[in-house]
C-alpha cells in the first residue's frame, strides 16, 4: 500500500505495538535545554536510573541565557540556578553539553541541523515545540512535555498513536521580496492556528522544493502554529548537501548508505491524506500579524480588520480584546503602524541566511530615530560565519545592536523584554499576549520586512527596497 | 501521579478561545527546577495587576469560583509551547479536570502525565456546561472517567470519549517509564538491529 513520508518514518520506530494502537516508538535524537529538562533529571536521579543513550542526547542551555558579553556572571539568579542545574546534571548522567562559552552553543533548533546531529528519517524529540523544525530534513519532529523527556531520558521511546496526515502543496515561485517566513504566516492564515491539530503536515511543491533548508527549517518550525506537533519536507539532494561535512553527520561509506536509505524517504505516489491544501506562491504577499495569535495575518499592503469583518462570535470577541491589546483601530493602514523595536533572531529566523537577507536591505542605511534594533545569532558558529562575512560590520554601521547568541526576545525568558506598550517587529514565531514582556506587542514578519521596518521605524513593504 | 476516578467540583468558566500557554504560565515562572508551586502564578498576566494585585473580574479570583476543580473554556486550549509548567500550575491551583471543544496537542498530551483529565465536547455542550457555570456558579459537575460522563444533577448528562491507554493509566494514577521499561527487551532487539540496518544512527 502507498505509505507517505510520514508513515515511513513511523512504521521504520514502532518497537511495540498494542492491540488498541498504542505504539511504543523508539527515538534516534533527544534535544535537551536548561528550562524542561532539571525535573526530568529529577526523576530519573530520584528512581536511581540512568540516561539510556547518552551518545544521542544533546545539550544546551539557551532560553535563560543573557545576550550580552558571556564573561559576565549571570545576574538573574532563577536563571543563573537553571543553568548551573543543567551543567551539574551533564556532568552527572554524562550527557554532552555545548556549554555558555562552548562556540557552538545557540537555540537548540539551530545547533542540532548546523552539527549534523539531525538527519533524515530520524526521530527527534526536545522539551520544546518549536523541535518541529528539524522536519526540515524529513525527519519526524515534535516538541514534548517533561514527562515525556525524562521517558526519553530512561526509555529512548515514547507512547504514542500515529497522527493523522496532511499535505500542504504550495505550487509555482514565491515573487521577489516574499520569503519562507511569508509563505508559513500565509499557510497559518488559511488553515487558522489549530488547523494542524492532531495532524503531521507534510510540505510539497515547486515553492517549498525550490527553499534552501534554511527556508525549510522556518516553515517546519512554525508547524505548531498551525497547530501540527509535526512538519516535514521530503529530503532531497539540497538536504542532502547540506549535511555533507557537518560533524555529527554520517562521512564516506557510511554516509553512501545512509543516502541510499534518505533516498527512500518520500510519500508514494497514491499515498492518502486526511487534509489537503494548496496555496499559490505567487498569490503571497509579504505577510504580518496584526493581533495576538499567528493566524492573523495580513499584507503589509492591508489595513488592520474590525471585529466585524468576523462571521463567528467567538472570533470576534477575542479581535476585539486582541485590538486593545495591540493598540490598534481597525481600518489603520498596516504600512501607518511605527515602531519601537526591532527582534531579529529565534529558532524560526536566526541562521546565517535570514542575517544576510537583513545585511542586504540594511547595508548603508541607518536604524531609524527612536528605534532599537537587535540581532541575536542563533548560535556561535553563525555569529562568527556573520562577522567573518562582514555581516555583522554591516549591521553595526547601520546601528543594530549585535548580541551573543540564545532565544532572547523571541520568548523573553533572559533580560531582553518589551517594556509595557512597546511595539516590535519581530522576526520569531509567537505573537501571544506577554510574550516577548508583559504589555509588548508582537508584530511577526520576516528578516528582510524586519530590516526594512527598522529603517523606516514603521511596517514597511519590503518591496520597496529591491 | 494521583489517580482520577470520580471528581464532583465546582466548575469555572474560562470564556475565552485561543488561551496560549503564555497566558496560562509566563515565562518568567517557568525558571522553577520544580514541579510544584506554581498555582499562584497561573493566569499570571491576566489574573493580578501591574502591582501583583487580584483582577476582580477575572473568573477564577471571583469569590464564587474559588475552589473550582473544573475549567470550562473555549476552542484550542493549550495551544502554544511545550511547558509543562503549564499543566503543573493549573494542578497547582486545584483543578483536576478541563473541558472544552478542542485542545492543543502537546498540552492534552501534557495533562494526562499529571493526573489532569482534559475532555473534549461538542461546542454546543461546552456552551450549555459554560451558561450552566455562569449562572449557578455553586452548583456541582460530576466526572466520571470510568462511565465517560459528565453530569450536573438532573440537569444534563454527556457522556465523553478518551483513548482507552490513556484512561486505563488516569484510573490507576500510572507511571508511563514503569510500563515502559516492562518492555525493555523489545527495546534493546530495535536497538541491535538497527545499529546493524543503520549504522549512522
Not at chain 1, 541510499?260 to 518520500?266: E, P
Not at chain 1, 480584546?321 to 498596516?334: P, Q, S, V
Not at chain 2, 503543573?88 to 498530551?109: T, Y
Not at chain 2, 508511563?176 to 549512522?200: A, M, V, Y
Request: aromatic share 6%; net charge negative; hydrophobic share 35%.
Amino acid at each position: 500500500m502507498p505509505r507517505t513520508l510520514y508513515q515511513k518514518i513511523w512504521d521504520d520506530h514502532v518497537v511495540n505495538k498494542q492491540d488498541d494502537g498504542t505504539c511504543l516508538i523508539y527515538i534516534d535524537r533527544h534535544l535537551v535545554h536548561e528550562v524542561t529538562s532539571p525535573q526530568a533529571f529529577e526523576g530519573l536521579r530520584m528512581a536511581g536510573r540512568p540516561v539510556r543513550k547518552v551518545e544521542n542526547t544533546l545539550a544546551v542551555m539557551d532560553h535563560n541565557v543573557p545576550t550580552t558579553d558571556r564573561s559576565l556572571p549571570i545576574e538573574e539568579e532563577d536563571s543563573r540556578i537553571q543553568i548551573e542545574t543543567l551543567r551539574k546534571n551533564c556532568e552527572e548522567f554524562g550527557v554532552q553539553l555545548f556549554d555558555l562559552t562552548d562556540k557552538r552553543q545557540g537555540i537548540v533548533h539551530i545547533i542540532g541541523p548546523e552539527q549534523g546531529f539531525t538527519q533524515p528519517g530520524m526521530t527527534i524529540v526536545c522539551g520544546d515545540s518549536h523541535t518541529s523544525t528539524h522536519g526540515a530534513f524529513g525527519a519526524l519532529a515534535f516538541g514534548i512535555g517533561t514527562s515525556e523527556v525524562e521517558h526519553v531520558l530512561a526509555t529512548q521511546t515514547l507512547i504514542q498513536k500515529p497522527a493523522k496526515n496532511m499535505r500542504i502543496t504550495v505550487n509555482g515561485e514565491l515573487p521577489a521580496g516574499v520569503t519562507a517566513k511569508d509563505m508559513i504566516l500565509a499557510i497559518i492564515g488559511e488553515i487558522g492556528t489549530a488547523g494542524g491539530t492532531g495532524h503531521v503536515i507534510e510540505y510539497a511543491g515547486d515553492a517549498v522544493k525550490n527553499l534552501s533548508m534554511e527556508g525549510r527549517m522556518t516553515i517546519c518550525n512554525m508547524s505548531i502554529e498551525g497547530g501540527a506537533r509535526a512538519g516535514l519536507v521530503a529530503p532531497d539532494e539540497t538536504t542532502f548537501q547540506y549535511l555533507q561535512g557537518r560533524p555529527m553527520a554520517p562521512k564516506g561509506e557510511t554516509l553512501d548508505k545512509a543516502i541510499a536509505y534518505w533516498k527512500t524517504l518520500f510519500s508514494d505516489d497514491g499515498a492518502t491524506y486526511d487534509k489537503e491544501i494548496t496555496l499559490n506562491a505567487a498569490d503571497i504577499p509579504p505577510t504580518v500579524t496584526w493581533g495576538t495569535t499567528p493566524e492573523d495575518v495580513i499584507s503589509i499592503t492591508g489595513s488592520v480588520p474590525a471585529p466585524e469583518d468576523f462571521k463567528d462570535p467567538n472570533k470576534q470577541a477575542s479581535v476585539k480584546r486582541m485590538l486593545e491589546y495591540m493598540g490598534l483601530t481597525a481600518g489603520t493602514k498596516i504600512e501607518d503602524i511605527t515602531i519601537d523595536k526591532v527582534f531579529i533572531g529565534s529558532c524560526t529566523n536566526a541562521r546565517i541566511e535570514d542575517l544576510r537577507e537583513v545585511a542586504k536591505i540594511a547595508k548603508g542605511k541607518k536604524v531609524a530615530d527612536g528605534v532599537e534594533a537587535m540581532v541575536v545569532p542563533g548560535s556561535g558558529l553563525v555569529k562568527a560565519m556573520a562577522e567573518e562575512e562582514g555581516i555583522a560590520d554591516i549591521l553595526i554601521e547601520a546601528g543594530f545592536d549585535w548580541r551573543e547568541p540564545g532565544c532572547s526576545m523571541c520568548l523573553g525568558m533572559n533580560p531582553d523584554q518589551l517594556k509595557p506598550g512597546e511595539r516590535c517587529a519581530s522576526t520569531s514565531n509567537r505573537n501571544f499576549e506577554g510574550r516577548q514582556g508583559r504589555g509588548g506587542r508582537t508584530h511577526l514578519l520576516s528578516p528582510a520586512m524586519a530590516a526594512a521596518a527598522a529603517v523606516t521605524g514603521k511596517l514597511t513593504d519590503v518591496r520597496n527596497f529591491l | 501521579m494521583d489517580a482520577f476516578t470520580i471528581l464532583n467540583g465546582k466548575a469555572a468558566p474560562l470564556d475565552m478561545i485561543n488561551v496560549d500557554t503564555d497566558i496560562i504560565i509566563p515565562k518568567q515562572f517557568l525558571k522553577t527546577v520544580k514541579r510544584t508551586g506554581l498555582g499562584v502564578s497561573a493566569f499570571y498576566n491576566i489574573r493580578y495587576d501591574d502591582n501583583g494585585n487580584e483582577l476582580p473580574d477575572f473568573v477564577l479570583n471571583k469569590p464564587e469560583y474559588k475552589g473550582a476543580e473544573i475549567l470550562i473554556t473555549g476552542e484550542n486550549f493549550g495551544c502554544g509551547s511545550s511547558r509543562e509548567h503549564a499543566p503543573w500550575a493549573i494542578l497547582d491551583m486545584g483543578i483536576r479536570c478541563i473541558l472544552a471543544p478542542s485542545f492543543a496537542d502537546i498540552f492534552f498530551n501534557n495533562s494526562f502525565k499529571n493526573g489532569i483529565l482534559p475532555v473534549v465536547l461538542p461546542q454546543e455542550q461546552i456552551d450549555a456546561l459554560m451558561q450552566e457555570a455562569k449562572d449557578n456558579p455553586d452548583a456541582l459537575i460530576e466526572v466520571d472517567l470510568e462511565k465517560q460522563t459528565i453530569t450536573r444533577g438532573n440537569k444534563f448528562s454527556y457522556e465523553f470519549d478518551i483513548d482507552p491507554f490513556r484512561k486505563h493509566c488516569l484510573l490507576n494514577g500510572l507511571d508511563d517509564i514503569g510500563l515502559t521499561l516492562q518492555k525493555n527487551n523489545s527495546i534493546k532487539d530495535f536497538e541491535d538491529l538497527r545499529k546493524q540496518d543503520k549504522p549512522w544512527i
